[in-house]
C-alpha cells in the first residue's frame, strides 16, 4: 500500500476515503501549519503529498523524496512548490483550478464594493461609537457603477470578475499576455496595453498568476500612472505588487485606496505599516473561503494525488513528465 502525507486536518469523510487506498501520514492540525522539520521527517518515506499553499515544497526537500510521485495543491497557485525541481526528479505537481472561479470572483467583487464604499472602515466607527451625527460628507467613498475597471490577468477568475462588473455598469479594459478576442465579445470588454489601463482605470484589480515575470509588476512607476482618484484591489498573490510602495502609494494620496486578501508575508504581521492606514481594506486570504469551494478543493486535490499515484492521468497537473 502507498504512503501519503497530508499537510493539515482534512474533512472526515475524505480521510477515511483516502485510507482505504493509501496509508495516511497527516498533520492534524486545522489552524497550525505544518514545521518544515517534520516534512523533512516524512519525505523520503512517503509516495505522495496533499499540501497547503502555506507549505514550502524546496528543491532541497524535493531531491530527499526518493519514492515520491506526485505533489497535490490544494490552491491553484503553486508559486510554493520548487516545479522545476519536482519536474527534474520526474514528480507531477497538480493544482485546484476551476472549483474556486466563481467564488474568488465574489470575493474579488465584494473587496472592490467594500473599498469603495469604505465599508469596514464604517462598521468600525460605528463599533467604537463614533456615530454622533449624520453628515454630508461623513464616510464618503467612490462610485462604482458606471466606472472603469481594468483588470490585469484576464484569466477564469478575471472574466468571471469582468461578468460580474457588467452587471454593475461598469467599463471594463483589461491587459494580458495575450488578448482574448472570443470574450471581448462576449462580455463587452476592451482590449488595453497596461500602461492605458493604469492611467484611465478607477479600480484595477489584479489577477494574474505570481512568477518571475509578474514579481513586482506593479511597482511605484506603476501606482504614479493611476488616478489619484482609483483603488488598487490584489486576489491573487502579494508578491505582485510590491507593498512598500503601496504603502507609499496610500499614505502619500497618490491613489485612493486599497482593498488586499494577499501579500508578500502571510500571515501579515499585525505592525506591518498597511494596517496602520485607513484607506486600505484588508482580508486575510479568504478568496475562495465558501465552505462548498473548499470541500470542492479538497475532493479535486484527494483525486489528483489518487490518480496520479494509480498511474493515470490526474485531471488538473502542471507540469509534464517522463517515468521516474
Known amino acids: 500500500m502507498k504512503k501519503i ?22 498533520w492534524n492540525s486545522e489552524e497550525q501549519k505544518i514545521p518544515q522539520e517534520v516534512l523533512f521527517q516524512y519525505i523520503d518515506q ?5 499540501c497547503l499553499l502555506t507549505d514550502q515544497i524546496t528543491k532541497e526537500l524535493i531531491d530527499k523524496g526518493k519514492k515520491l510521485k506526485v505533489i497535490s495543491n490544494l490552491a491553484v497557485g503553486y508559486n510554493n512548490i520548487d516545479l522545476d525541481a519536482a519536474t527534474s526528479n520526474g514528480i507531477i505537481v497538480t493544482n485546484t483550478p476551476g472549483v474556486l472561479t466563481e467564488t474568488t470572483a465574489d470575493l474579488t467583487f465584494a473587496l472592490l464594493l467594500a473599498t469603495a464604499r469604505r465599508l469596514i472602515e464604517a462598521s468600525n466607527e460605528l463599533r467604537m461609537g463614533n456615530w454622533k451625527t449624520w453628515a454630508p460628507m461623513m464616510l464618503a467613498g467612490r462610485d462604482v457603477h458606471g466606472s472603469t475597471l481594468g483588470i490585469i490577468g484576464l484569466g477564469d477568475i478575471g472574466a468571471a470578475v469582468a461578468r460580474r462588473a457588467k452587471g454593475f455598469g461598469m467599463k471594463v479594459i483589461y491587459h494580458n499576455r495575450t488578448p482574448k478576442p472570443e470574450l471581448e465579445k462576449e462580455i463587452d470588454i476592451n482590449y488595453s496595453s497596461q500602461e492605458f489601463l493604469l492611467r ?4 484595477v484589480c489584479i489577477l494574474t498568476p505570481l512568477t518571475a515575470e509578474t514579481q513586482n509588476l506593479i511597482s511605484l512607476d506603476e501606482l504614479k500612472m493611476m488616478k489619484e482618484t482609483a483603488v488598487l484591489i490584489n486576489t491573487s498573490r502579494g508578491g505582485i505588487v510590491n507593498e512598500n510602495d503601496l504603502v507609499t502609494a496610500l499614505s502619500t494620496g497618490m491613489i485612493w485606496g486599497a482593498g488586499l486578501d494577499v501579500y508578500e508575508e502571510e500571515p501579515l504581521p499585525t505592525d506591518h505599516p498597511l494596517l496602520s492606514l485607513r484607506n486600505v481594506t484588508t482580508l486575510p486570504h479568504i478568496g475562495s473561503a465558501s465552505v462548498q469551494t473548499r470541500l470542492k478543493m479538497w475532493d479535486l486535490a484527494a483525486l489528483n494525488l ?19
Open 200 to 203: 484611465n482605470s478607477d479600480f
Open 5 to 26: 502525507l497530508v499537510t493539515r486536518k482534512p474533512p472526515k469523510y475524505l480521510l477515511e476515503h483516502l485510507k482505504e487506498e493509501f496509508e495516511v501520514e497527516v
Open 306 to 324: 489518487t490518480y496520479a499515484l494509480q498511474g493515470k492521468e490526474p485531471p488538473s497537473a502542471v507540469n509534464e513528465i517522463g517515468d521516474k
Open 46 to 50: 512517503v509516495d505522495g503529498i496533499l
